[in-house]
């Protein structure tokens, strides 16, 4: 086992199988972990637990583990709060229910399995956030870019339906800024269950917003962030889809996928270049989610920073200074 | 207008592909309005508040897929269901694989290039084969070797490298296995448990024997775990029965697997004692066809013992029913009677001088059943074949048959630079022709083989030269039964159905089993 951030060395030998029960039970796959979150590697324990396949994707696999989430993904993708990046994927598992237990060498999903070995690496999903000061610089560039994007995807072909989506979504997305700015925790509770669930998608947009704000809030180091954030995720949770639901969770947690923590590196250096980089990278995740996830945590950071009395014009007017 | 909605339980997309075919739907003519939705309460409100609410709709999950659409006619609005069926499913097709990507070289290469490969498949000239097959295996990959001219010194050195680092190795020559439903080498398309019942676990040194039992359990709905190919030589005494041993053993600890089937010819005493010791290592019924091979010795490990591939597939099928085996027996001695009873009739068409049974056999295993029993029914001495039971019934020549021949044409002398018969029907087609030629000839019997990898169309490319066949024999004022046993199922690229239909059409008798045609042949021409 390797630590985050230390080079990942390639494993000298390979497994072998040795009986056909493990030939069935899955190892048949010589699929390496390359890395996996500390949560994941937690929640699968020697113990079998009952799982099911939610959803399978060209390069990810979500997987409900009883009430939690794991998602394989193949390396692309990178670390996440539910991820375990693996050198291939698994193939469909022929039964719908199985077990998901781990062993000293591997990791057992139902009819697969795959090594963990000596030179996997434990990823830390939760961010530092006592320790991060986003720079109102950073914050204020990422916010115009944030509107550029938007702009773009408002341009897409649009239909009666999803004219009253955006409304719906808009309209509760600053009903909920205000509400954090008046510190109005039935107001917030009531907005973020009418955004919960609310739009196209497997996360759908409207939970994208809330876990982009819930992150802003504990960036935004406001004083009432985990009372918010436990309000939010309360009222969120409920009223959307199970993967969904485990997003939120994570985002009420302070855990994200290793483009936010790029991203929210980028803003506490100050470096507009980085900032772009990395917000380009969070915004190309799904058709909506990344884009959804940042005006979330643009409209969390000007919550905060309206309720602290620094306004996104006063900062504006600061860099220019 | 008409609104109707399509509800796809526990159905996860990911958005680009539900905004791509939400997109797609608004676009069509007479489409109004539509959605394509997670059903979370905010996304019904939306829908309510745009008249796309139904029923159905209202009572989807969180974690339901809703596709909500209004348009003109109902027929504008099915057309338009239809489609995102269509386009949710295409986005879930597997990806093409990358034709610009290179070709490994190497087995190493290979796995490189696909890192969760378990088996590989060697098909390489024999002198070349154990060394890339002992590469496969330090790679820690099972292997299928299909190629044969392997010594027994290498098969039984990569038979020990496999054992220790339990690796499977079917084969040298092995033609056929089904791993975790994945047929390889000439294998047919049958049920595999789960999904389907019946768990029987199967190894066989003998790939038309495994291909004759799986289909037989696939014909009765019932499925099997996996089918193992040891390869023809792994139960003789030089290499000791080291695969499958060791495949019983997998198997015995396989929890999906219900009951053990072997198919062999029957191995050396030595080796034929460890094997059936083995299978008193688990409580797990076992049946055995080790052909021709002696019913007390196997009876006493507790096993049940067949003495045909149909028997052993219908035995099998009829203890995971938990059936008795014994009314396996009791129906094939009832059609036996039928079998008599048709041969007189078809005997009646004969003339006196027609006294030969003629096999042309593409399956070893096949012509190595139909000489025990014909040999049974008509005297062992009588049988010769280029594959004979015992050396003096060999052929003076493979290419011209003596009395009753049975000719294994998947032998070497027919396939040196030659494709095997199962691929090929060339030389299976010239030798119908000759054998009707002998006035002798009385029975001409094919069996058909059927799966993947091989001829498309094996029954097609028989029929046309029997019929040629049947009009020299009109030429002559001569009939011949012509006979055939199709092994494959229905879903078999070729369709056993289709097959047998193609045969009956050109006034072939088909029969259920290649058993089933031995019995009928020998009653035909047992001397009155």
């Known amino acids: ?321 | 207008m008409i609104t109707q909605t399509l509800i796809k339980q526990g159905a996860y997309y990911d958005s680009v592909t539900l905004m791509q075919v939400a997109q797609a739907i608004v676009e069509l003519e007479g489409i109004e309005d539509a959605a394509v939705v997670m059903g979370t309460p905010a996304n019904k409100g939306i829908l309510e508040n745009a008249n796309l609410l139904t029923a159905e709709a209202r009572d989807a999950s969180a974690d339901d897929l809703v596709v909500a659409v209004r348009g003109n006619t109902e027929d504008h609005v099915g057309h338009a269901i239809a489609q995102v069926e269509q386009e949710l499913q295409s986005s879930r097709a597997p990806q093409e694989a990358d034709a610009t990507a290179p070709r490994p070289k190497t087995v190493a290469a290979a796995v490189d290039q696909q890192p969760d490969s378990n088996i590989a498949i060697v098909s390489v000239a024999g002198r070349y084969a154990a060394g890339v097959a002992r590469d496969a295996l330090k790679g820690g990959l099972h292997v299928f070797l299909f190629s044969d001219n392997v010594s027994v010194e290498d098969e039984v050195a990569l038979k020990q490298f496999g054992r220790e680092r339990g690796l499977l190795v079917m084969g040298p020559d092995a033609g056929t296995a089904i791993v975790n439903g994945i047929a390889l080498g000439f294998a047919n398309s049958v049920l595999t448990t789960p999904p389907a019942p019946g768990g029987v676990g199967i190894v066989a040194a003998s790939g038309t024997g495994l291909q004759a039992v799986t289909s037989s359990l696939a014909k009765q709905a019932i499925g099997i775990t996996q089918a193992v190919g040891t390869g023809g030589r792994d139960l003789s005494l030089e290499v000791g029965g080291i695969m499958m041993i060791e495949a019983l053993k997998a198997l015995q600890a396989d929890p999906y697997t219900r009951t053990l089937l072997l198919v062999s010819k029957p191995p050396s005493t030595e080796v034929a004692t460890e094997v059936l010791a083995q299978l008193q290592e688990s409580e797990k019924l076992a049946v055995v066809c080790f052909l021709g091979g002696k019913r007390a010795t196997i009876e006493a490990s507790g096993a049940i013992a067949a003495t045909t591939l149909e028997e052993a597939a219908l035995i099998a099928a009829e203890v995971v029913r938990d059936g008795d085996p014994r009314r396996v027996l009791k129906s094939l001695k009832k059609r036996d009677r039928q079998l008599q009873a048709q041969a007189e009739t078809l005997k009646a068409g004969l003339s006196k001088k027609q006294r030969y049974f003629r096999g042309l056999f593409s399956g070893g295993t096949f012509c190595y059943e139909a000489q025990l029993i014909l040999g049974k029914m008509l005297g062992r001495k009588q049988i010769m074949s280029n594959a004979p039971l015992d050396k003096v019934n060999e052929l003076r020549d493979a290419n011209q048959s003596e009395g009753h021949t049975a000719v294994d044409l998947g032998e070497d002398e027919f396939t040196v630079g030659r494709l095997h018969p199962m691929l090929d029907p060339t030389l299976r087609n010239r030798r119908i022709i000759q054998e009707a030629h002998d006035p002798e000839t009385a029975v001409i019997y094919l069996d058909i083989v059927l799966g993947y990898g091989v001829h498309p169309d094996p029954a097609g490319a028989a029929v046309d030269t029997i019929r040629e066949a049947q009009t020299y024999l009109d030429s002559k004022g001569r009939r011949v039964v012509f006979m055939a046993h199709v092994c494959g199922t229905s879903t078999d690229p070729q369709n056993a159905i289709a097959q047998e239909a193609k045969l009956r059409k050109a006034g072939v008798l088909v029969m259920p089993s290649n058993a089933a045609a031995m019995r009928l042949a020998g009653y035909i021409l047992r001397p009155a």
């Not at chain 1, 914050?139 to 115009?144: D, S």
């Not at chain 1, 250096?269 to 980089?277: A, E, F, H, I, Y």
């Open chain 1, 1 to 321: 086992m390797t630590v985050a951030g230390q080079p990942q060395t390639k494993c000298a030998t390979d497994p072998t199988d040795l009986t056909w029960k493990a030939l069935r039970r899955g190892s048949v796959s010589r699929a390496r972990v390359i890395s996996l979150s500390r949560p994941v590697l937690e929640l699968i324990t020697p113990d079998e637990q009952p799982a099911t396949e939610l959803a399978r994707y060209r390069s990810a696999v979500n997987i409900a583990v009883q009430d939690a989430i794991v998602t394989l993904v193949t390396p692309q993708l990178r670390n996440g709060p539910f991820h375990i990046v693996v050198t291939s994927l698994p193939p469909p598992q022929v039964v719908p229910s199985f077990s998901v237990y781990r062993d000293q060498d591997q990791i057992h999903l139902g009819g697969w399995a795959c090594w963990l070995g000596p030179c996997f690496e434990v990823w830390e999903p939760r961010v530092d956030w006592a320790a991060l000061a986003v720079s109102p610089i950073a914050a204020t560039y990422l916010a115009r870019q944030v509107e550029n994007l938007k702009a773009q995807r408002s341009a897409q072909a649009q239909n009666a339906f999803t004219n009253d989506l955006q409304a719906a979504f808009d309209a509760a997305a600053v009903q909920l800024s205000r509400a954090v700015v008046a510190s109005d925790c039935s107001a917030i509770s009531a907005t973020a269950a009418a955004l919960a669930g609310l739009g196209p998608g497997l996360t759908p947009a409207g939970d994208d917003l809330l876990a982009g704000m819930m992150l802003a809030l504990q960036a935004g180091s406001q004083p009432q962030a985990r009372a918010y954030c436990g309000t939010i995720f309360e009222a969120a949770a409920p009223r959307t889809t199970r993967l969904s639901g485990a997003f939120l969770r994570a985002a009420y947690e302070g855990k994200v996928d290793e483009r936010w923590h790029d991203l929210l590196r980028s803003l506490a250096s100050g470096d507009n270049v980085l900032v772009d980089q990395a917000a380009a990278a969070v915004a190309a995740f799904g058709a909506t989610s990344g884009v959804a996830m940042l005006d979330g945590f643009v409209l969390g950071l000007e919550a905060c920073r309206a309720s602290t009395g620094v306004t996104r014009e006063q900062s504006s007017a600061n860099t220019i200074e």
